[in-house]
């Protein structure tokens, strides 16, 4: 059973433009809900994260929106830019269990010149 | 910054054999976990760790893998008999509090390819 889903599987995006990827889960016991972001080689690094007191949250150029009667999530990167081109990964779990995450699938971002 | 650090970052190894992932989780870290991506595939949860204990262990995490903080600074990961579906990265992460109280940091991965 998969736990959490997430689109698009990829992504093309133009320099300047909005990047957005969401994913929906399935436990209504899940109470945090991060964000990575992996380059190629590289182990997947913390982006932003939120916990469902809130239904936004913004650091930067990307925000995290959240709607708990639908159960989804969902990623918007503003203003785009070709160093954000990376794959990215939804999460969520219970904080009592600690870090024991449950990813989507990831979404593949190719951000163009 | 302090980094998780993986060693090696690439090993093969042959079907049946035990392989031994290192990490050295970040320094004041006490909760300790391994990962797992197969190739083009989603991260999975495999283990954590706290106290010298497993605190939580998924369905993946079977007699044939043990994990263990053999000294004050190495975290390992033990698959006893590999199989050629254990071919992944596996990544080891640490936080510095419990529950999801500060950020998990990853390492960059440990490739094991098993033929």
């Known amino acids: 059973q998969q736990q959490v889903k997430q689109s698009p599987q990829s992504l093309i995006v133009q320099k300047g433009g909005i990047s957005i990827i969401n994913c929906a889960y399935e436990n209504t016991a899940f109470d945090y809900f991060p964000w990575y972001q992996q380059f190629p080689g590289k182990g997947p690094a913390l982006l932003i994260a939120?916990?469902?007191?809130?239904s936004e949250k913004k650091e930067g150029r990307f925000t995290i929106s959240f709607n708990k009667s639908a159960k989804q999530f969902s990623l918007h990167i503003m203003d785009s830019q070709p160093g954000d081109s990376a794959t990215y990964f939804c999460a969520a779990t219970i904080s009592n269990s600690g870090y024991a995450l449950n990813f989507g699938k990831g979404t593949s971002l190719l951000v163009t010149p | 910054e302090p980094e998780v650090t993986q060693t090696p970052s690439h090993q093969v190894t042959q079907m049946g054999q035990e392989v031994i992932l290192r990490c050295v989780p970040i320094?004041?870290?006490?909760?300790f976990y391994w990962y797992r991506q197969i190739l083009g595939q989603k991260v999975e949860f495999l283990v954590s760790f706290y106290n010298n204990e497993i605190s939580e262990k998924s369905e993946i995490f079977d007699d044939q893998f043990s994990v263990e903080r053999p000294d004050g600074s190495n975290f390992t990961l033990k698959i006893r008999s590999t199989k050629l579906e254990d071919s992944a990265m596996y990544f080891c992460?640490?936080?510095?509090?419990?529950?999801?109280?500060?950020?998990?940091?990853f390492g960059n991965g440990t490739r094991l390819t098993v033929t």
């Open positions: 320094s004041n870290h006490l909760y």
């Open positions: 939120i916990r469902p007191d809130v």
């Open positions: 992460a640490s936080s510095d509090l419990p529950g999801t109280s500060s950020p998990l940091h």
